[in-house]
């Protein structure tokens, strides 16, 4: 009797890297096809999810569930793309890894100030990538660890800026896709890392002063050192 032979996983993990746009993307993809990959290294697959949490959670989700319906599941699901960054700890041109992905203005305005929506009883506010796996991924790439904040609206102000430093001390970046992404994952059980260039400085919004360029030549390199960090990486940590 004869069918079809069941699917065997490959050795290294499967992976999806979630991206905003299609710049970021490309940006990416780069720095993986000038690794020096292996047939037993990892599997990395790129999307573009689009911009801003609630888009990047709807897509990554979509490919995710399709992935686990196909009998090709991933391991690790990996936010990317450029982002704002806190001075002086993250300035431009540097990299961030997430050791924390939060959602920084979920929540509620009260007379008091912000509650976030864990304050209100609901939900959650941050996922926490692999420690190991983020140490690891920072020492690689010369990047910095710290939290990475989730916005919907991109800080514009140096009001808004020292509002969420004051909330969030150890938020060394902002961007628009993590937390969305990092919510997508979490029905899966699957872990989420998170890694930012930085195009701009958080606070008044000075688009002459962005570098987007030098962020996206950034991202990179960082993912040309990206594949090493992945073949030592313990699924099971």
Do not use: C
């Not at 720095?31 to 047939?39: I, M, R, V, Y």
């Not at 290294?41 to 999810?49: F, H, I, Q």
């Not at 990538?129 to 690891?136: F, I, S, V």
């Amino acid at each position: 009797m004869t069918g079809t032979p069941p699917r065997t996983r490959p050795p290294g993990p499967r992976v999806l890297i979630a991206t905003a746009v299609p710049a970021e993307r490309d940006a990416v993809a780069s720095g993986l096809h000038g690794a020096d990959g292996s047939p037993a290294g990892p599997v990395v697959e790129l999307l573009v999810a689009g911009v801003g949490p609630a888009a990047a959670a709807a897509a990554t989700a979509r490919a995710l569930t399709l992935a686990e319906a196909q009998g090709t599941p991933y391991d690790l699901v990996v936010s990317a793309g450029i982002g704002g960054g806190f001075p002086p700890h993250a300035p431009v041109g540097s990299l961030v890894v997430a050791d924390a992905v939060t959602a920084a203005d979920l929540g509620a305005e009260t007379p008091d100030g912000f509650v976030p929506v864990t304050g209100l009883g609901f939900g959650r506010v941050t996922h926490e990538p692999p420690p190991a796996l983020a140490a690891a991924l920072a020492t690689a790439t010369g990047a910095t660890t710290g939290t990475v904040l989730t916005v919907s609206t991109v800080t514009g102000t140096a009001e808004r800026a020292a509002e969420l430093r004051v909330r969030h001390p150890r938020a060394l970046a902002e961007a628009m896709e993590g937390f969305g992404v990092a919510e997508a994952a979490a029905p899966h059980g699957l872990p989420v890392i998170e890694l930012r260039a930085i195009s701009n400085p958080v606070g008044p919004r000075d688009r002459a002063a962005w570098r987007i360029g030098a962020a996206l030549a950034a991202l990179t390199g960082a993912f040309g050192k990206f594949t090493p960090v992945l073949e030592s990486w313990n699924r099971h940590d």
